[in-house]
């Protein structure tokens, strides 16, 4: 049962990301910031969907590994790089918004910035487990 599972959300991930989506600034371009920001706020509940249900598709295959090999090592390690790349995403995002010196599109860019990393966190995540 927990195969299915896992393929079932190997399935959907795959879908999700058949094509690689373009930078979310790019996808939202519009006449002005509040255009922008209304698409950006559309984008990034997906993008965030799409990261968690990779990451749980991954988390259950390596749960599954630990299981089937018993050296529980995996899923620790996946847990690690999750929290790593959480961490990451906040600081590298947040640079991203102070390099514009409290510009008004600092937060466009700190948003789409994240959304873009999700978007590339669930990609790569499914390319790890849909071979």
Not at 2 to 25: D, G, K, N
Request: with cysteine; net charge positive.
């Amino acid at each position: 049962m927990r195969f299915i599972f896992t393929l079932a959300c190997a399935l959907i991930v795959a879908h999700a990301q058949a094509e690689p989506s373009p930078p979310a600034q790019t996808e939202c371009d519009a006449a002005n910031q509040v255009l922008i920001k209304t698409c950006l706020a559309k984008l990034a509940p997906q993008a965030e969907q799409d990261r968690l249900n990779a990451e749980t598709a991954a988390r259950a295959m390596m749960k599954n590994l630990d299981r089937a090999t018993t050296r529980h090592e995996a899923l620790p390690a996946f847990e690690r790089a999750s929290k790593a790349y959480r961490s990451y995403r906040q600081a590298h995002c947040a640079w991203i918004g102070k390099s514009f010196a409290g510009g008004s599109g600092a937060g466009i860019a700190e948003q789409a910035c994240r959304i873009d990393l999700d978007r590339a966190r669930a990609e790569e995540l499914s390319r790890f487990y849909v071979q």
